[in-house]
């Protein structure tokens, strides 16, 4: 750069704002993550009062000019010059990696070298020199970055508060100082050694701002370093990667000595694999040396081995040349080989020990000169260490020989102690490295077959190899973790605590296996506040948002696309377009022309930014992760992101019309981006009643949700009040499929939709409006408002003398009846609508859901119930029958649910089992919450009573959670007097007790009955396994059971209710009593002889005939 004491003010500012000939050219105007550094000069007023202004303007000058010196080594861009201020953006134009550690590098840089300006600057006066001093202020945050201004003056300038906050900041800060915010604070913490200013109040600042002072650089000098610090994340899915790895080694340690070059992009665990390693060989007592490229000195020749060495010699910041020199001089001695005497006079640079610091070995003589001579001027040269005039002879090469002679002194001293024991020598981030590293590399690689020795070399996939293969050299690329791993690293990350599976699906969804992008997007969550830690896992705080990026991952990922120039634009179409796109597609809205395009998409995969399937026209593309789309999305302005979306929308209609109908979600997605309400709103209905034809409910909720929270916004009018009760009819059936009919939220939307029909008088809807709102009360156990509510339907059915609703009337009658207990009734209501059932008429109705299959279910229950056993086995299998016929998973689930209830009334433990596992499968794969409790519980229960008691306890408890969780309560006593007997089975009999006890009470609250006789029952049994039993309270639970199974007629109940005190009975010696008690009631049966209950009853009989007979 030139000097600043010949460069005119205006040429002068033009050269320090005006980016380099690589930076690429920045959009109009876009969105991104920015760290801001303004940086103000100390005492400007007083020193132009003290300051002819010619001096003044030199003094400024070289302030100016030093400091950009600084600012561009790390890549900065100075946006304005403000007189003594500076504001410097850093992450625009050009983003990397690291952002927010430049800006504080930098800022320390500014402070250093203004010590080293003011030894040149003028006097004040006779006794006193200029001394510059700087307040800097750093923030990240959000901006608009763009072109500003008019009439022949503009400037490209960030908006938002960022560039504010840094310069209030700034403000606070002592000279000499760097203050940086707590969003800039929470990317660089590790690397600086930093003092907590606590919250300050900022002048135009709404909130409090925490602030931090930067007290220097820590010794971290990577990520890995800073993760080390507070503790690593155990490695996750890399068992072949180290298995491989240790192969080398052990090779290496026999002399064949190897190399590998660990590929994979930033985040995906080179690093950490390689750290693995490096452990490994340490605990086995060899040497394990990391030598790390850096982003800041990528043209600074040899930089890793300087590094390396400084460290390997110890230097420390207060060493002197002196002292430097010796412990370099002693690390030579150490090899044995005699230091040459200084001369004129000079001592050999003073005693000592240097028993840690690794000797060099003998350097190998070329052309008669001595080496040690020459070991010393070399590597004292290299590392910046001066020697003492006539200490040592001068080397007498050319720049290009000392070159050389230079690497092999490190080639040298690299493999010195190969000699001594086998290395490890890690090599970080090629892709960073300088011309002169690689070609020692490839000396070192020349030499690496014959010494005990593997180097382990990582770097990114763009970085490309300068040497030639060889048979000792080996690449390992790293890919993505798979859904488990991600799962597993995510319980570690936790504390093995489980995060809600709605959270968990949408880490898995965005990080795409990337080890760095899990971390940070779960450290993420546990920090926002989207979840509270309970016992053994998180909750939500309230409704899950789509995660937003991470700020720390934003500055990495947009430097990926600012690398691409060009492919940006058509990256940020395709982020626009989604996840997955089409070429013909994106050709279409994509105003460029082809060959642009084909070009832009080329360079986006040879950067491994987009994946390519098939080629052009017909070529698929897809964005390797989910949050490089986001960034790429991100950084458009919303008025132009409206804009794309329009032109997509636009595209999609005129030239891809298929996509109306097979992909109605896509159109409303891009016109509810657009901002075009009503052209969106239609699309989202229509994509809604579409999922829910296809029994894909879930994405059915999601977009009629959608389409009615856009909706409000449009004016009241009876269209929108139309189209809104169609909606909201259509979501609450999907509603009831993924949340169940007793969700809160499934009754708000039928609650709306009522609301809708009295307003609109449409009484076609209304019936299916009460129809659904019948089914939430009954599902809460709000039965005695369901009855009404069913009662108004089957009153509207008979009105409207259509067989369709007429069936589902009688239905939801008999349904009501039979938990209610009532089912005499219950049968007449439910033999109707089977009377009246057909597929067709079940599929005229409009927002319901199919009938057949829990019509049938509800009339086996009754029947078995009423002493059918066999008639009830017959509806069963006309309902499996439908449940094939009708072929859709929802119907299949729930009808294993049903099968499984009705397997176990007639005790047919093995066939519950199997129809309730196959509920549960179902269920689970397609997410339907209101079977998964369900399932879980039938398939406990029938572990329990074929032996396996403890885990069916467990399942059973699982199972009642779950469908607890649903809001439904119809079937919770049965449920709790179920998990009661299961208890006492496994001796847990006290507990049975209480869980009966609760049973009794949601049975009373509820008005469910219609298994009262059992609960009763069931108590009595567990009152006579009590240690010691209670007789008499068992017996009156037995004939409390036959109270309540005569008086409603459920002679299934009373039989058993009649065996259990019948045995009681015997015990007792009242046999005969017994006998007639039991004999009663078994004569009544004419069919299920060959069930479990008629069988033990029959059993007893025989037994008590023979007692008394």
Not at 130 to 157: F, N, P, S
Not at 408 to 428: G, K
Not at 591 to 605: I, K, P, R, S, Y
Not at 1101 to 1109: I, N, Q, V
Request: proline share 6%.
């Amino acid at each position: 750069m030139q000097s600043a004491r010949t460069i005119p003010p205006e040429e002068q500012a033009a050269t320090l704002a005006t980016p380099s000939p690589t930076t690429p050219h920045p959009p109009d105007a876009e969105r991104r993550q920015l760290t801001v550094m303004f940086c103000d000069l100390v005492g400007s007023t007083s020193l132009s009062e003290q300051l002819d202004p010619e001096d003044l303007r030199e003094v400024v000058r070289a302030y100016q000019q030093t400091c950009a010196e600084v600012i561009q080594r790390f890549d900065g861009h100075i946006a304005q010059l403000l007189g003594d201020g500076l504001l410097v953006y850093f992450g625009w134009p050009q983003a990397h990696d690291d952002d927010a550690q430049r800006a504080v590098q930098v800022g320390l840089g500014i402070i250093q070298a203004m010590a080293t300006l003011n030894t040149r600057l003028p006097q004040v006066g006779p006794r006193r020199a200029v001394a510059l001093q700087v307040r800097v202020g750093i923030h990240t945050g959000l901006v608009v970055v763009g072109e500003m201004g008019g009439r022949g003056h503009q400037e490209q300038l960030a908006l938002g508060d960022t560039p504010n906050v840094a310069a209030r900041i700034q403000g606070l800060a002592e000279p000499d100082a760097v203050l940086i915010s707590a969003a800039t604070h929470r990317l660089v913490q590790g690397y600086f050694t930093m003092a907590a200013l606590g919250p300050q109040v900022l002048k135009g600042v709404a909130a409090p701002v925490s602030v931090y002072r930067v007290l220097g650089a820590s010794a971290a000098q990577s990520r890995l370093d800073v993760a080390a610090a507070t503790g690593l994340t155990p490695l996750v899915g890399r068992e072949p990667e180290v298995a491989l790895l240790l192969e080398r080694w052990a090779q290496s340690k026999a002399g064949l000595g190897q190399v590998v070059l660990l590929s994979g992009e930033g985040g995906i665990g080179k690093s950490r694999l390689a750290e693995v390693l490096r452990q490994r060989v340490v605990s086995e007592g060899s040497l394990g040396i990391v030598l790390r490229c850096s982003p800041y000195h990528t043209n600074s020749a040899l930089y890793p081995a300087i590094e390396h060495l400084q460290r390997a010699l110890q230097f420390t910041r207060d060493d002197s040349p002196e002292e430097k020199l010796r412990k370099l001089e002693e690390s030579l001695a150490r090899t044995g080989v005699q230091v040459p005497s200084p001369s004129m006079g000079e001592g050999q640079g003073g005693g000592g020990t240097a028993a840690s610091i690794p000797p060099i070995p003998t350097f190998p003589r070329q052309g008669g000169r001595d080496p040690q001579g020459e070991m010393v001027p070399l590597l004292a040269d290299l590392l910046s260490v001066p020697l003492p005039d006539g200490r040592y002879p001068p080397v007498l090469l050319s720049p290009q020989q000392q070159r050389q002679r230079t690497l092999d002194a490190l080639v040298a001293w690299l493999l010195a102690e190969v000699e001594r024991q086998p290395v490890l020598a890690v090599w970080e981030d090629l892709h960073w490295a300088d011309p002169s590293t690689l070609e020692l590399l490839g000396l070192l690689i020349e030499q690496a077959p014959t010494a005990r020795m593997l180097m382990l070399v990582t770097a990114r996939p763009e970085f490309r190899p300068p040497w030639a293969p060889r048979s000792h050299l080996a690449q390992l690329t790293l890919g993505r973790l798979s859904c488990p791993q991600i799962e597993t690293m995510v319980r570690q990350l936790t504390g093995n605590k489980a995060l809600p599976a709605e959270v968990l699906t949408q880490v898995v969804a965005k990080t795409d296996g990337v080890p760095l992008f899990v971390e940070e997007l779960v450290k993420m969550i546990l920090e926002s506040g989207l979840v509270w830690e309970e016992a053994d896992r998180y909750a939500l705080t309230g409704p899950l948002p789509p995660l937003a990026m991470p700020a720390t991952l934003q500055d990495s990922l947009m430097a990926r696309l600012d690398r691409m120039a060009t492919a940006r634009a058509v990256a940020q179409f395709g982020a626009v377009l989604g996840r997955e796109f089409a070429y013909e597609l994106i050709r279409g809205v994509v105003l460029m022309d082809e060959a642009t395009v084909q070009h832009g998409l080329a360079q986006l995969v040879e950067a491994e930014l987009l994946y390519q399937r098939g080629r052009p026209p017909q070529a698929r593309y897809r964005f390797k992760h989910a949050l490089i789309q986001e960034a790429a999305y991100q950084s458009l302005l919303k008025s132009t992101r409206q804009q794309y979306h329009q032109r997509v929308a636009q595209v999609l209609t005129g030239q891809f019309p298929e996509i109306i109908e097979t992909q109605p979600e896509l159109l409303a997605h891009h016109y509810t981006e657009a901002g075009l309400t009503e052209q969106a709103i239609p699309y989202w209905q229509r994509a809604g009643e579409r999922s829910r034809a296809r029994s894909a409910d879930v994405e059915a909720v999601a977009h009629l949700t959608q389409g009615l929270a856009i909706l409000q916004t449009l004016p009241n009018t009876p269209m929108r009040t139309q189209r809104e009760l169609d909606m909201q009819l259509a979501l609450g059936r999907a509603l009831a499929v993924v949340k169940g009919f007793a969700a809160p939220e499934t009754g708000q939307a039928y609650a709306r939709a009522r609301e809708l029909c009295h307003q609109v008088g449409d009484s076609a809807r209304l019936f299916a409006v009460l129809v659904g709102l019948r089914e939430f009360y009954l599902n809460r156990g709000e039965l005695h408002t369901a009855r009404e509510l069913a009662e108004a339907c089957l009153s509207l059915a008979q009105r409207q003398h259509d067989p369709a609703p007429l069936m589902r009337a009688h239905f939801g009658l008999g349904s009501i009846l039979y938990f209610l207990g009532e089912l005499i009734p219950a049968r007449t209501h439910l033999a109707q609508a089977i009377a009246l059932y057909t597929p067709q008429q079940d599929r005229a109705l409009i927002g319901q859901a199919p009938l057949g299959v829990p019509c049938f279910a509800r009339a086996a229950g009754t029947l078995w119930r009423l002493g059918y056993p066999d008639q009830a086995l017959a509806r069963l299998n006309e309902l499996l029958t439908l449940a094939q016929e009708l072929t859709d998973a929802y119907n299949l689930a729930r009808a294993g649910v049903y099968a499984a209830e009705v397997h176990h009334l007639r005790r047919e433990w093995s066939a519950a089992q199997g129809q309730a596992e196959a509920s549960l499968a179902l269920s689970t794969a397609q997410a339907f919450v209101h079977w998964v409790g369900p399932g879980t519980f039938w398939r406990g229960w029938a572990l329990a009573v074929q032996g396996q008691g403890e885990e069916g306890v467990v399942q059973m408890q699982q199972g009642l959670a779950a469908r607890q969780a649903t809001g439904n309560m119809v079937s919770r006593a049965e449920y709790l007097a179920l998990l009661a007997e299961a208890e006492g089975r496994i001796g847990q009999t006290e507990a049975g007790l209480c869980r009966l006890a609760e049973a009794l009470a949601a049975m009373a609250k509820t008005g469910s009955r219609y298994d009262e006789a059992e609960l009763y029952r069931i108590k009595g049994k567990l009152l006579l396994q009590q240690a010691v039993p209670d007789e008499p309270k068992a017996e009156a639970c037995f004939q409390q059971a036959l109270v309540i199974a005569r008086r409603q007629q459920a002679k299934s109940w009373e039989l058993r209710a009649a065996v259990s005190l019948s045995r009681l009975w015997q015990q007792q010696g009242r046999r005969k009593e017994a006998h007639d008690l039991l004999a009663a009631i078994y004569g009544w049966f004419t069919e299920g002889f060959d069930t479990a209950d008629l069988q033990e009853a029959k059993a007893l009989l025989t037994e008590l005939r023979t007692c008394f007979g």
